[in-house]
């Protein structure tokens, strides 16, 4: 693929309703990362994907979120019983290595809880 | 948490003068990039600079480094509308199990006036 795509581009749940996010990952790169971003913030890290390892999910805000990468490709990141504080846009990125090199990264999805 | 801060927060210039945007960090690096983010858009990767390095140039892009004062600054010269944008720098940091991920600033938002 071109790059890296992400779905929905838009979601709106009302409190309470669980999400999924889904991103594809630029084909063959390694490490695939999810992050938070908030109105006129930078993005926040939440985890971390070496194939299909979950190598650090140390940013993730509480147990409601939960990633997962079975084949080492696609990804998604799942929240829980959605809460307002969870408004924000999430942002998945992929590299062809962990090391340190540049990130690519797609449009982001925009969640809003209502 | 947010290793990186970016000064000014906000930056409005006329087309053609040159824009200047610095980054803070706090703990030691290996290297440091710089992105852009259009509205609505994801982050792009424009350029790492590596902690033994302390210039770097692409275009009319221009990044220092000084790893003593824990600091880098982004130079766009002959500025054009088009680089409207947040700019965020990012350093590498390493997490659980050794993967190293991306910590980003809070960005500055530039606005090229015509």
């Known amino acids: 693929g071109a790059g890296v795509s992400q779905s929905p581009r838009y979601k709106v749940a009302k409190r309470g309703q669980d999400v999924a996010l889904r991103c594809d990952p630029i084909?063959?790169?390694?490490?695939l990362f999810w992050y938070q971003q908030a109105l006129g913030q930078g993005p926040e890290f939440l985890t971390y994907?070496?194939?299909?390892?979950?190598?650090?999910k140390s940013g993730l805000p509480s147990d409601r979120f939960f990633a997962e990468r079975p084949e080492g490709s696609v990804s998604t990141l799942k929240i829980q019983r959605t809460q307002q504080e969870d408004s924000a846009v999430y942002l998945c990125?992929?590299?062809?290595?962990?090391?340190?090199?540049?990130?690519?990264f797609g449009n982001g999805t925009r969640l809003t809880v209502t | 948490s947010q290793q990186g801060e970016e000064d000014p927060q906000a930056l409005s210039i006329q087309e053609g003068e040159n824009a200047t945007m610095n980054c803070s960090y706090k703990?030691?690096?290996?290297?440091l990039q710089w992105y852009r983010q259009n509205s609505g858009r994801g982050l792009v990767h424009l350029i790492l600079?590596?902690?033994?390095?302390r210039e770097k140039h692409s275009g009319r892009l221009r990044v220092t480094l000084d790893t003593s004062k824990k600091s880098s600054s982004l130079l766009i010269t002959a500025s054009r509308a088009a680089d409207t944008a947040s700019y965020f720098c990012?350093?590498?940091?390493?997490?659980?199990?050794?993967?190293?991920?991306?910590?980003f600033g809070q960005g500055t938002r530039l606005t090229i006036n015509p």
């Open positions: 990012a350093t590498d940091a390493w997490g659980i199990q050794g993967a190293q991920k991306l910590v």
């Open positions: 994907f070496q194939n299909e390892a979950q190598l650090d």
């Open positions: 990125a992929s590299s062809p290595s962990g090391s340190g090199s540049p990130l690519h």
């Open positions: 703990t030691s690096i290996n290297n």
């Open positions: 084909s063959g790169h390694v490490s």
């Open positions: 600079i590596r902690s033994n390095e």
